[in-house]
């Protein structure tokens, strides 16, 4: 084709012969689609902002503004971006997602001809720890697997089983759950089994066991067939079998397995046919004696948004919760993980990465994974020098998150209470009203949600925290001198 041959347009022009104005056409109508199927809210914050670059072959290059941006959007939407696609080009086989700053953001995309070179990533403050490289592996695994037949294995991890797991007191009582269901799945009590917590605490890592688990042809009893999925991923399979014409077998596929899991649920909140879909599908094996496993960010009760009578289904077996690390558990896990790589950490660097990256597990890892690979690349020891050094940027980034703990250390010291009154059932006012102040605080210079914070103030119901934010602005308001307190703690815990 003449066109091709021209110079600026040579680089990536669709190979399906289709003109600019089309691949324009086309992109619109994906966008569209894309608007209509994961709603209003997440289209304006995220996918609004992508610009296709352009095709190159059974490839599709969109670019977003930000490195944060594309991570979010190729982590969460990547799939479904190639689905669609797919369904105007057959040819589409990979979606990549790029970063390009200054990129306008429109409804229309630019034409592929325009191909800037790919501007520098731009320096960020907070690097997300989560290891991006095995995306593009995962991803096209990950989409083999969509068109191919559900093999629950395409996407086990295989490090994810439960003698990696390491068991302490915040997770003990799921880890029982998840074993006790991996060995006699659809066991009355256990039925559904639902798993929560904060990001990075180990609910794909148990979700993942008991699959391999229950899958592992030398199991007595012998293997059973699983389906396990992202809720993301059930939607996509939902809404690819809706495309396709295909529900029936949608259906019947998921219906004919043992053990069914769905991983991260609260992705469904929104998408009411596809809550529907899994609301029936979730009744038509529990009545038939399969067993259900799912995971979520909240207990159901706080997961609001779901429909009524899913949560209700959701609560009835076993709910189990992952509570945050403590300083023990992630000694045990850096030890278990420098046993595992064979690599030697003396106690005092474990101890420092314990005491400073307290936010989650997969971020604890990211830390000992850039040591053990810095390492490794220089053939030094680690040591706690070179641990600060490796880590510097990360380290710094963590010093300024204030931490829930430091919070009320700083709030019972101001008060002169112990800090075992933020946790304690004593409703004198002079202790209570310190703990509301501990609660607004927390709810103001951290990211942790209210059911988070509750349970870090004596397993208190996220209600309370909401009543202690509420109380403590409306004191604000009436009282200088308390407002005055409030705003100095805030200051010092800021600085
Ligand atoms: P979630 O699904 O809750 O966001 P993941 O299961 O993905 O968290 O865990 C994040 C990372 O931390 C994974 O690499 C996982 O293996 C690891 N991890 C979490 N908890 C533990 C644990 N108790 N022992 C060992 N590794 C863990
Ligand atoms: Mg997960």
Redesign the pocket.
Known sequence: MANDQSPERRPRVTSDNASPDQLATQWARVRGRLQSEVGEVEYRTWLKHMNLVGIDGDEVTIALPTRFMRDWVRSHYADLVMLLWQAELRTIRHAEFIVRTGVQISSMPELPAVLAPQAAEPTIIDPPLAEPAPVSARFSQYAASLRSEDRSEAVLDS??TFD?????KP?EFAYACARRVAEMPACPGFNPLFLY??????????MHAIAWELTDAGRPGGPVTVAYMSAERFMYRFIAALRSKSTMEFKEQLRSVDVLMI?DLQFLIGKDTTQDEFFHTFNALVDSGKQIVV?ADKSPSDLSGLEERVRTRLGCGMVAD?HSTTFE?RMS?LE?KAARANVTVPPKVNEFLAHKITS???EL?GAFNRLVAHANLFGRAITLDSAQEVLHDLLKAFDRRVTIEEIQRRVSEHYNLRISDMSSARRARAVARPRQVAMYLAKQLTSRSLPEIGRKFGNRDHTTVMHAVSRVTELMELDAGFAEDVELLRRMLES
């Open positions: 490090r994810f990696s797991f390491v068991v302490g997770n917590g904060g990001v990075g605490l180990g609910k794909t890592h148990l991983d995971s992952l558990l896990i278990a989650n597990v997969r890892e």
